[in-house]
């Protein structure tokens, strides 16, 4: 899941730079303070999360941000919310019955 695959510092890092600039495992690996073989390692979790996709320019393979990824993120996030709202709205229903004023400015 996107999730778990952003759950590492490095990988935030190594998804940034492509965010910034498409890049090869090289040009991550000359920015960051990791080895070659660790950026490579890096990249396929975040490819096989969806986040990022790679394309072959010459004989680079140019990593670049994938939106399908985030587009399932996004939708998971927009059922938690709505279920984490509704769920609030209940409460607040519920709880309000019991804490609102009478006429006569006492609460119930």
Sequence with gaps: MVLDSLADSTRRDVLDLVRRKPS?????ADRLPISRPAVSQHLKILKDAGVVTCHAEGTRRVY????????VLR????VMWRDALSSFASF?????AYTQPNDAGDEK
Aim: hydrophobic residues 30%; charged residues 30%; without cysteine.
């Design 75 to 78: 939708q998971w996030l927009d």
């Design 92 to 96: 607040v229903e519920r709880e309000g």
């Design 24 to 28: 090869s495992v090289q040009e991550i």
């Design 64 to 71: 670049t941000v994938s939106t399908d990824g985030f587009e």
